[in-house]
């Protein structure tokens, strides 16, 4: 069965500084989905941003993007010109696609304070 | 309006009571899941759903029932809730294998 690690509880930036969160994650698949997700007070799960593993480029969404790096196992978001807005939770997710049902498997999350 | 509801959003209940969260989506999503989230554990598959009629358990199953006779209703039940089912649970539906899921907007259950 596929792990995920997050190994930071918490982490703080300061606004408009840059910011990564690590993930580490163990399986024998190929193919698979990486996903970060994040979670506001309101408790609302957001999809920030999605990797496919069969792609060699780094996703970007804006002022989100990841470090992919397939054969260390590892799926970092970097968040750049960080805002007050970006404190919550952010969980890094596996998706199997060869699994049957397909479950995202998550991280146990890193809460991310921002500081003005 | 399109989107996924969970209902309700807050309950209170007494341990040894059967309690039924409710899921509704409006995509006709094939896949939809539970996940009961804590702190420390992130989130934790109770149980999916590939399509209609067509449940699983998931990490954590013990303790809940589910059922899908419609594609667009994933309702979760405890039967006969524990304080130990204290928690914040999320319902997710998705498409197909490559998307990421959308979420409800969480149930926080409390047993006491």
């Known amino acids: 069965a596929q792990t995920v690690t997050q190994s930071q509880p918490e982490m703080s930036v300061q606004e408009a500084e840059t910011v990564t969160l690590s993930c580490t994650y163990d399986?024998?698949?190929?193919?698979?989905?990486l996903f970060w997700y994040k979670q506001p007070p309101s408790r609302q799960m957001i999809l920030v941003i999605r990797q496919e593993a069969y792609k060699q480029q780094n996703a970007t969404e804006n002022r989100f993007s990841v470090n992919f790096q397939k054969a260390a196992k590892s799926f970092s978001l970097k968040i750049s010109d960080s805002q007050l807005g970006d404190a919550a939770m952010y969980f890094c997710?596996?998706?199997?696609?060869?699994?049957?049902?397909?479950?995202?498997?998550f991280g146990a999350g890193t809460i991310l304070r921002v500081k003005s | 309006d399109a989107g996924i509801t969970q209902s309700p959003r807050y309950k209170i209940t007494e341990t040894g009571r059967q309690v039924t969260l409710m899921c509704h989506q409006t995509w006709s999503h094939s896949y939809m899941f539970w996940y009961r989230q804590d702190l420390g554990h992130g989130l934790r598959l109770i149980y999916y759903s590939a399509a209609a009629d067509i449940t699983d358990k998931g990490e954590v199953p013990d303790g809940y029932v589910v059922s899908r006779s419609k594609t667009e209703n994933f309702p979760l039940t405890l039967e006969s809730a524990t304080r130990s089912q204290t928690s914040v649970y999320f319902c997710?539906?998705?498409?197909?294998?490559?998307?990421?899921?959308?979420f409800g907007s969480g149930t926080r259950l409390t047993v006491v």
């Open positions: 997710a539906s998705s498409p197909d294998r490559g998307q990421g899921y959308t």
């Open positions: 997710a596996y998706r199997s696609l060869s699994e049957y049902g397909n479950k995202l498997v």
């Open positions: 399986t024998s698949e190929s193919d698979y989905y």
